[in-house]
């Protein structure tokens, strides 16, 4: 079974800028979360989408927002790029996401994304 | 509100050496507890899980138990080697509230030879 791909894996964008970033989940999930990664902030929850809406939500900006297509699959996009963007963004999938230990999630390798 | 707590790294230890990470935790709620794994490059990657108290989990020679008197997670291996360097998360997860951990801050860890 395919894990769970984040392309691209790495992007450079220059301020003001937007970016779009897509994750396919393991196939048979329905949930996907983004995470974002820095090494001030650590781990931050961003969003998780379930049956293409959105069912959770961190405490981010509008400017980062997302989507979830009838096939899972999930991209998320940021726009007006500041230099704290840049991060490490991950996406996880699980089979329903409800909260349940059972239910794991799984990581993709995440896609590093430099703000200039 | 739900929070995470991890000793600040780095760790550094010699191969064979004992491991303790400690990690507590605030919750409202039922948490599962977690600890990921994440190898330079890479994504994480569940090591182990406890979904109430007294639980142990345990996987490749690491243990955590899941404490709710102390609301304490820490993680433990006898003996380390090389291999285990790499950075570790202590998580949360509350039920009924989708798919959102909250990590702790992380703590890498190197293991000399």
């Known amino acids: 079974k395919a894990g769970v791909t984040q392309t691209p894996r790495y992007l450079i964008k220059t301020r003001g800028q937007q970016v779009t970033l897509s994750c396919s989940p393991i196939?048979?999930?329905?949930?996907v979360s983004w995470y974002q990664q820095t090494p001030g902030q650590g781990l931050q929850f961003l969003f998780e989408?379930?049956?293409?809406?959105?069912?959770n939500k961190g405490n981010f900006p509008g400017r980062f927002s997302g989507r979830q297509f009838s096939n899972s699959r999930s991209e998320m996009n940021v726009s007006t790029l500041e230099l704290g963007d840049s991060a490490l963004y991950l996406c996880?999938?699980?089979?329903?996401?409800?909260?349940?230990?059972?239910?794991?999630?799984?990581f993709g390798p995440g896609t590093r994304l430099t703000v200039l | 509100g739900n929070s995470v707590t991890q000793m600040e790294g780095p760790v550094t230890l010699s191969e064979e050496a004992f491991l303790t990470i400690n990690c507590t935790y605030t919750?409202?709620?039922?948490?599962?507890l977690f600890w990921y794994v994440q190898y330079p490059g890479e994504g994480l990657q569940l090591l182990l899980k406890?979904?109430?108290?007294?639980d142990k989990g345990s996987n490749k020679g690491f243990e955590a138990t899941y404490r709710k008197e102390t609301t304490s997670f820490h993680l433990e291996k006898g003996s380390v080697q090389v291999s285990d360097s790499a950075v570790y998360f202590c998580?949360?997860?509350?039920?009924?509230?989708?798919?959102?951990?909250?990590f702790g801050q992380g703590t890498e860890l190197s293991v000399k030879p």
């Open positions: 996880a999938s699980s089979l329903e996401g409800r909260g349940l230990a059972e239910d794991e999630q799984f």
């Open positions: 196939s048979g999930h329905r949930s």
């Open positions: 989408y379930f049956s293409e809406t959105q069912r």
């Open positions: 919750a409202t709620g039922y948490p599962s």
């Open positions: 406890a979904t109430k108290a007294d």
């Open positions: 998580a949360l997860l509350i039920y009924n509230q989708g798919g959102k951990l909250i």
